[in-house]
């Protein structure tokens, strides 16, 4: 049974879950494989170009040279701990899609053909990194919900927020959570809004089937 979606006892899903068990994940395109690992290539493009510049300009000796020269900065630029702190936070925010790609695919937070949410961007914060999702059809923000704190563990992360949007169904923000901070520190509604239909009481859904739901919102 997949265990990042929300289950109950006869929860017609349950034939869902164990579709998505035996169902492969789709591998991504050219261009979403080229946009999820498009800061990594970025690096490697620079840097060879770099390195043959320098290497046409100076040989193979002045590029040693001017590599050593260049980890020497580097090393004492990491020891100002702001910039030390900045480059950790965008390294985070390289890793993380990565992660949560993972986490998604074993809680099965997958569409039937077997494709995962599309990470739009990832921006650091002073509590972690703020990662925005694009949900394909198949895909809610509840199962991202379910799999909270599967995701959380994938991410290396203290724990995992999900944040819908308040316009659109499809574009969700997961909160990952390092550390805390004074605008963080409230801890996620354990209680899912589950409908009465999948507690098992369809008889009385009609009453609170359009109610609000009750999510965590980031302060403005």
């Known amino acids: ?51 043959a510049l320098v290497a046409g300009s100076l040989g193979l000796i002045g590029l040693a040279a001017v590599a050593g020269a260049g980890l020497a900065v580097a090393v004492v630029v990491l020891q100002w701990p702001p910039a030390r702190t900045r480059v950790v936070a965008r390294a985070w925010c390289m890793i993380t899609p990565h992660r949560v790609r993972v986490g998604c695919i074993n ?37 991202l919900f379910a799999a909270r704190h599967l995701l959380a563990a994938a991410c290396w992360a203290k724990e995992v927020w999900v944040v819908p949007s308040a316009r659109h169904a499809h574009l969700v923000t997961l909160e990952i959570v390092r550390k805390q901070y004074s605008e963080r520190t409230g801890p996620t509604p354990d209680p899912w809004p589950y409908s009465r239909y999948l507690d098992g009481d369809p008889a009385d859904d009609s009453e609170g089937r359009n109610t609000p739901l009750s999510w965590w919102k980031p302060a403005a």
Not at 118 to 142: K, M, N, S
């Open 1 to 51: 049974m997949a265990s990042g979606r929300p289950q109950r006892p006869n929860d017609p899903s349950v034939i869902s879950s164990l579709e998505a068990a035996v169902r492969e994940i789709r591998r991504p395109g050219p261009l979403e494989l080229v946009w999820n690992w498009r800061w990594e290539l970025g690096i490697l493009a620079a840097g060879a170009g770099l390195s």
């Open 107 to 143: 809680a099965w937070v997958q569409t039937r053909r077997g494709k995962l949410p599309f990470a739009l961007r990832t921006v650091p914060t002073d509590y972690g990194e703020r990662v925005y999702l694009w949900c394909r059809a198949g895909i809610t923000a509840a199962d």
